[in-house]
Nanobody, 116 residues
Framework: VQLQASGGGLVRPGGSLTLSCAAS????????MGWYRQAPGKQRELVATITRGGDTNYADSVKGRFTLSRDNAKMTVYLQMNSLKPEDTAVYSC???????????WGQGTLVTVSS
């Protein structure tokens, strides 16, 4: 399984950005997918996860601002980020959990910088 993340960049406070993460390879047993982030000097933290059925879970810090969606036909998840704040600046990484292998795959990170 390979995960290809895209969509990071520089955005002003209050702006919006959409990240995408596409899974490819042997993906029939992929269930949960999600995004995590790591800011400089901080530990990696959960941003949001989504099940194959579309149930979502968000970190309190992003609730009401970020929306995670999923296209199972494309095995791609989309993280719509609105009302971005400087504290959202981090490297965002996506992952996917393979229920058959009981293994979590990680994609490469994409940098999101929120700055004026």
């Amino acid at each position: 399984v390979q995960l290809q993340a895209s969509g990071g960049g520089l955005v002003r406070p209050g702006g919006s950005l959409t990240l995408s993460c596409a899974a490819s390879g042997v993906i029939f047993s992929i269930n949960n997918m999600g995004w995590y982030r790591q800011a400089p000097g901080k530990q990696r933290e959960l941003v949001a996860t989504i099940t194959r059925g579309g149930d979502t879970n968000y970190a309190d810090s992003v609730k009401g601002r970020f929306t995670l969606s999923r296209d199972n036909a494309k095995m791609t998840v989309y993280l719509q980020m609105n009302s971005l704040k400087p504290e959202d600046t981090a490297v965002y990484s996506c992952n996917a959990f393979d229920v058959r292998r009981q293994y979590t795959y990680w994609g490469q990170g994409t940098l999101v910088t929120v700055s004026s």
